[in-house]
């Protein structure tokens, strides 16, 4: 079965300082897809960034990056230039075609000022 | 934002009361999902719809029913409310499956006494 691990429950970094935040999974899937999802204070659940494993070429939305080792089963998400607004909980997911996504348990994010 | 509300989004009810949520879409998207947030443990799909009258189950489907009879709407129903179900609920929507987006409704806070 797959699975979805974030090994970090909490992180803080300062503010205007790069956080990367880890994700692994278990697959023996070849094709794929991963998500990074943001969930703040509000709890309204948005994604992040989108990477299609048969890709090579790692994903980016502004700040936002992923370092994604499919050898490694790794899909890292870093945060440049952190900011106040990007404390929140971070969720990785996992999703196989015509399967369900699979969710990691959360990283919360602390932006320090 | 995509159009998606739920109803309520919070409620206290007793053990053994039947409960329904409501996830309400005006995306016109094909594919809805319930999932259950709890501390530890992530998000958790408990059912899924790929079409009006066509649900299937998720990871965490016992004591709860879904119905689909319009393309908006997405019901979740809680047969005989337990204390195990306190949690909070989410619905979320895509266009194209589980490897597609998904845009997350703001959630349902149920508590059962």
């Known amino acids: 079965a797959q699975t979805v691990t974030q090994s970090q429950p909490e992180m803080s970094v300062q503010e205007a300082e790069t956080v990367t935040l880890s994700c692994t999974y278990d697959?023996?899937?070849?094709?794929?897809?991963l998500f990074w999802y943001k969930q703040p204070p509000s709890r309204q659940m948005i994604l992040v960034i989108r990477q299609e494993a048969y890709k090579q070429q790692n994903a980016t939305e502004n700040r936002f990056s992923v370092n994604f080792q499919k050898a490694a089963k790794s899909f890292s998400l870093k945060i440049s230039d952190s900011q106040l607004g990007d404390a929140a909980m971070y969720f990785c997911a996992y999703n196989r075609r015509d399967d369900k996504i699979i969710f990691g348990k959360g990283t919360r994010l602390h932006i320090l000022p | 934002d995509a159009g998606i509300t739920q109803s309520p989004r919070h409620k206290v009810t007793e053990t053994g009361t039947p409960v329904t949520l409501r996830c309400h879409q005006t995306?016109?998207?094909?594919?809805m999902y319930w999932y259950r947030q709890d501390p530890g443990h992530g998000l958790r799909l408990i059912h899924y719809?790929?079409?009006?009258?066509?649900?299937d189950k998720g990871e965490v489907s016992d004591g709860y029913s879904v119905s689909r009879s319009k393309t908006e709407d997405f019901l979740l129903t809680l047969e005989s409310a337990t204390s195990s179900q306190t949690s909070v609920y989410f619905c979320a929507i895509s266009r194209g499956g589980s490897t597609d987006t998904q845009y997350f409704g703001p959630g349902t806070r149920l508590t059962v006494l």
């Open positions: 719809s790929y079409g009006v009258k066509d649900t």
């Open positions: 697959t023996s899937e070849s094709d794929y897809y």
């Open positions: 995306e016109n998207h094909r594919y």
